[in-house]
């Protein structure tokens, strides 16, 4: 992995230091390892802090890119926020870039005892598969439990899941089972270079019911293992974020913009709630790109966002674009199978974008609402109790026609209201979608000016 000496070198090389109004970009980064602490070689959070202050800005602006990625595409994105959103000269733009890529989730991961010998031990695990048809999904969360209830282990009853799942999900073919096998092992093999899911693909086994659980165990811990880290920064006294919090103490700035993309709202929510406690005159806005957040942390965070939360706006694809964003393709693992095989059958194996995978196997129970995907807006969407209360304290917080932007991927125009218009029809890519990012600097216009 290179250095952050190295990264922020390639950044000065790549103009990453052009904005000058408040400090170049390479002063403005605040790079966390895989622990939460300040990565060496790069600005302190004290060092961000006196930039900060030495600009005379009146607004502190913090960005956090999405998780699951690396350093370096957390410069890039970066990079685009500086050049083409954050330009008001009396807000200071900073970037917490955190190292959460595949590569230092497993390496953190390798030093929890019996998490690799699990992930790759047949019949240990008892995770239900989740294959992605949202009806068969809620009747199988019923049969799972009964069948956990009966002590049995994976191994056990895979030949009754895969009967199930024929007899359930409408459209899955044969073929079908077999395609998606196929991009479970290109996807496993892609994102973690592990030989040993190779010879677990073959549809006529019980082998394909174990890669899919297993897969599912190991992104679950990889997710488990990023909240982590955005613990670690925001509450550790070393993290670097807590650290942040603290220089600020000593000369609060009566605004904070908190910026976050996906995972980056979990750590942006975190965040808050910290420095909430410790900056008591300081007050907020929060603006959200696809945020992977749960209605149940949502709904937790409500009244800290009554008591501290200026202004909301959350940019998110509607369900009928979510659905059409394939996450298998915006990971770019299949579209080589597309070109090579043709006929775009990988394209279709999961219809749905990353948040459908965060709501159906990253956060636990399958199905789990989500404030960005709007299918849980839903009135007659069966939820247990607590979902519906937890629906119910967010609902009792946000006006999702005044807080929330919904886009439809460019099919129809798009909201006419200033600061509302978004095209975006990727999870990732919501960052720098061009109409996205014109509606980000109106609003961004409007919450600074009270207009």
Known sequence: MPTLSRILLSASLLG????????PLAQRILSV???GRPMEGGPSPEAVVKGFRKSGARTLLLHFHGGLVDAEQGLIQARHMDANVYRDPETFPAYVVWNSGWGDVVQSLRSEPGVFQNMFSPGVRPYEVRLPHLEAIRRTRHYVDSVRSEGRVPVDVEAELRDYYRRNIRGLEEEDILTLAAAMKGWTTEALGWSRTNPLVTPQTPDVRKVEMQYG???????????????????????ATNRMIQALRTDPPERIVLVGHSAGAIYATRFLRRAAERLPGTRFDVLYLEPAITYHEMAEAVPLYRARVDHFRMFAMDDAT???????NELGVIDSLDRSIGRG?????YPGSLLYVVSNILEGDADTPMIALQ???MPDLPLTESERQDRTTVDSYLDWTRDVAWSHGGVGPPDPRPGYATQATQHGGIWREPVTNGSMVKTLEQWATGS
């Not at 990453?16 to 400090?23: D, I, R, T, V």
């Open 16 to 23: 990453l230091a052009a904005f000058s109004l408040a400090a």
């Open 33 to 35: 390892d895989a622990d």
């Open 217 to 239: 165990f190991l992104i679950r811990s990889g997710w488990d293992e990023m909240k982590r880290y955005i613990d670690g920064s925001n509450e550790i006294t070393w993290g």
């Open 322 to 328: 979510a659905r059409r964003n394939s996450v298998l």
């Open 345 to 349: 059958r990988f394209s279709r194996l």
């Open 375 to 377: 299918r849980f807006r």
